[in-house]
């Protein structure tokens, strides 16, 4: 089994319009080099799901995204995604603000093929105001509690990044938090994985704790040795966020001649170029 | 100011860390800098059974300095997200959070100001604070009281208030609770009829006026207020100890 190919491959998957999956969290461990290719590509109209960071700042700075599906959108070290707030406040993309635990919910449910799950995160708060496409259901035993229904959140392509894989699609998170990865890709009807380093599968067993086997190759249709892929966010153990470049990146939300110069030297360029710009 | 002359930041942290007071064997979260100062100061003194994180992902046995990194011997045990989330619907947690805006049941906003479909500014979002109120026990840390922040109505609600959990009726309300406010001139809780905000002692040198004139509602204002506990010599030093940089001064307005 070989699913290796190039990020530019996996991401011609992607059409006009459709809802991707994002994995990582905030600016850790996000698939940049994806994000990157979507740019590129120029595929617009996108919905994304994401525990948000700098994949849904950078696709709502080049106009890209139309819908945006979140926990929270954060740099992590900058609390606020700059560009995303930006978007926001101009009223130029669609929203769909989640409690955290919620939108953990909905990736289950989308998982396990549920139309929903139950949860009590949510009520009271304007959460539902918001959303008004949020519904209740009542519990069918005594105790007749309700609560949210949380909707599950499919996609149709995920994008995920991992420290090492091997070629057929097992990979390996080495850093202390898996996040939710292998739900973005269960929640998708297909899902593609970058990686630091593909390794054998001997090499993969033998590199950490069975417990780091995060993704199995059920879960992914295809593999892309992607070095530096989450850059800058961080990818421990491999590398540290990229806090220099982050702050570079967040500052061109005020200044629209900076982020068509950050947008043409790091964006409009091809993943080798971009490690080339960028190499540590 | 010399070493051991005693700041509001330092009546602040204390009257933090007496959030946790009873709190036992439960996970505490603690956003922002006198928050995270409070907790600690809990943990080394008489709450020493608290489970606190290094913010990330790993349990932390020792208490540490605040921005000191953890080496091996200082772990107990891990919390990645998807535990933290566990640990949250289980209702064995005690978040303190930041409040951009807080009303008088206490419903909090660090959501957005203005309207949510086009927000005047966009804030951090809800984040975990619907959640996060409706599971478990919450209390909030407000470093500048004025009546922007202390307002009347707030502008979305993201952490839920007493009268939010009263509709919801006995089943949804059933783990709601907020413990108390803290903010730099006084120490507020609940603790009345209706769950109206109550102040309950006002920091040594705070006027009960400076807070009147600078909170956006009415506060239930009982008989013979009480001054915030200054810390003793003892939780000084561990306070200096924690935070040599002295970070929460910085944060704390006098």
């Not at chain 2, 660090?110 to 927000?119: H, L, Q, T």
Request: with cysteine; aromatic share 8%; hydrophobic share 40%.
């Amino acid at each position: 089994m070989d699913k290796r190919m190039t990020v530019d491959d996996a991401v011609a998957e992607v059409t006009d319009g459709m809802t991707i999956g994002i994995g990582g969290w905030g600016s850790r461990r996000k698939p940049m080099a994806f994000v990157r290719a979507l740019v590129r590509r120029g595929v617009k109209d996108l919905t994304v799901v994401s525990y948000g960071g700098p994949d849904i700042g950078i696709l709502c700075a080049t106009g890209q995204l139309k819908k945006a599906v979140y926990g929270f959108v954060s740099l992590d070290s900058i609390p606020l995604e700059p560009h995303f707030r930006k978007a926001r406040q101009n009223g130029a993309l669609e929203a769909v603000e989640l409690d955290e635990g919620m939108f953990l919910l909905g990736l289950r449910a989308a998982a396990q093929r549920l139309p929903f799950l139950p949860t009590r995160a949510g009520l009271g708060s304007d959460v539902l105001k918001i959303n008004p496409h949020l519904r209740t259901v009542k519990s069918p035993y005594d105790d007749r509690e309700e609560l949210v229904a949380v909707p599950a959140l499919k996609a149709d392509v995920a994008f995920i990044h991992m420290n090492r894989a091997d070629a057929a699609g097992n990979g390996q998170a080495l850093g202390r938090d898996p996040y939710f990865d292998n739900l973005f890709c269960m929640a998708a009807n297909k899902a593609f994985m970058s990686c630091e380093k593909i390794v054998s599968t001997e090499e993969l067993v033998a590199g950490g704790p069975l417990q780091s086997l995060l993704i199995n190759r059920m879960m992914v249709s295809g593999v892309v040795e992607a070095p530096g892929g989450a850059h800058f966010t961080e990818c421990p153990p491999d590398y540290a966020r990229d806090e220099k470049l982050q702050r570079e990146y967040a500052a061109t939300a005020k200044d629209e001649e900076a982020w068509k110069a950050f947008r043409a030297k790091y964006l409009e360029v091809t993943e080798s170029d971009y490690q080339n710009a960028v190499s540590r | 100011m010399s070493h051991d002359e005693v700041s509001r930041a330092d009546v602040c942290a204390l009257a933090i860390a007496e959030c946790f007071r009873n709190d036992g064997e439960i996970m505490v979260s603690a956003m922002g800098t006198s928050p995270s100062l409070g907790a600690r100061l809990a943990k080394s003194t008489f709450e020493p059974d608290l489970l606190m994180t290094d913010g990330f992902n790993l349990l932390l046995r020792n208490v540490l300095p605040l921005g000191a990194a953890p080496s091996d011997g200082d772990v107990e045990g891990w919390m990645p997200f998807g535990a933290v989330f566990d640990t949250l619907w289980w209702g064995r947690r005690h978040v303190m959070m930041g409040a951009s805006q807080i009303d008088q049941f206490g419903n909090q906003n660090i959501a957005c100001i203005g309207r949510w479909e086009k927000p005047k500014a966009q804030l951090l979002g809800v984040r975990g604070a619907p959640g996060n109120t409706i599971n478990h026990v919450t209390s909030y840390w407000v470093p500048n009281h004025n009546d922007r922040a202390l307002v009347a109505k707030v502008d979305m609600v993201s952490g839920v208030g007493y009268d939010r959990a009263a509709a919801l009726g006995p089943n949804g309300r059933r783990f709601h609770e907020i413990r108390r406010v803290v903010t730099n001139l006084g120490v507020f809780d609940f603790n009345t009829p209706d769950h109206r905000m109550r102040l309950v002692t006002l920091h040594p040198g705070v006027e009960l006026e400076r807070v009147l004139d600078n909170t956006g509602f009415e506060l239930v204002i009982p008989d013979g207020l009480d001054v915030t506990p200054v810390p003793t010599p003892e939780q000084i030093g561990v306070l200096r100890e924690l935070d040599p940089q002295g970070y929460a001064r910085k944060e704390v307005v006098e």
